[in-house]
């Protein structure tokens, strides 16, 4: 007979053959720096511990698929497995396409106030160079060469020079 006063959950035992001990991942945890792999460690830790998926879940705010795709990445690769897949991981370290010397010749004319857009940027490295750029892709390249396009504001002809500074100076 079913009694509706209680709730009844079955519960899973989780069958992971682990290659760590709860005290290895704890120190792995406690180690780590990055903190996609700080949770997983985390996770895995109190995984080894005896605890459910449910309450990983719960506890570090995941849903429970996502934990157990974590699951099935151990088991057929390992903790190492596990770890490596981060975001962002395929692209550290890819190679610029521009050499050190090429950026700092770059940062140099933009200093100069040779260009007056990204777009102008663009043409100028693919002519000289031969190498495409995205517009995204080049500010990028801008922003962590530090290069910033300022080129003054155009003046009227008939701007009389003496009394604008004349001007400023009574503001």
């Not at 720096?33 to 460690?41: I, N, T």
């Not at 719960?58 to 934990?67: A, C, F, K, N, Y």
């Not at 801008?142 to 004349?166: F, G, H, I, T, Y």
Request: charged content about 30%; glycine content about 8%; some cysteine.
């Amino acid at each position: 007979m079913y009694n509706n006063s209680k709730s009844v959950e079955m519960v899973r035992i989780l069958q992971v053959d682990w290659q760590e001990s709860a005290e290895d991942l704890k120190q792995k945890y406690r180690k780590e720096k990055h903190p996609q792999r700080r949770v997983r460690l985390l996770t895995f830790w109190h995984l080894r511990l005896g605890k459910q998926i449910r309450e990983m879940s719960e506890l570090i705010g995941t849903d429970e698929r996502v934990i157990q795709r974590w699951v099935s990445w151990y088991r057929t690769g390992g903790l190492a497995e596990v770890l490596r897949r981060v975001s962002g991981h395929g692209t550290v370290g890819a190679p610029a396409y521009l050499t050190r010397l090429q950026q700092n010749a770059l940062a140099a004319r933009v200093k100069l106030g040779d260009f007056r857009t990204v777009w102008d940027v663009i043409a100028w490295v693919e002519g000289r160079w031969g190498i495409h750029y995205s517009y995204e892709g080049m500010r990028s390249v801008m922003k962590r060469n530090k290069c910033v396009l300022k080129v003054p504001r155009p003046k009227s002809e008939k701007a009389n020079l003496q009394e604008q500074e004349d001007w400023q100076k009574k503001g």
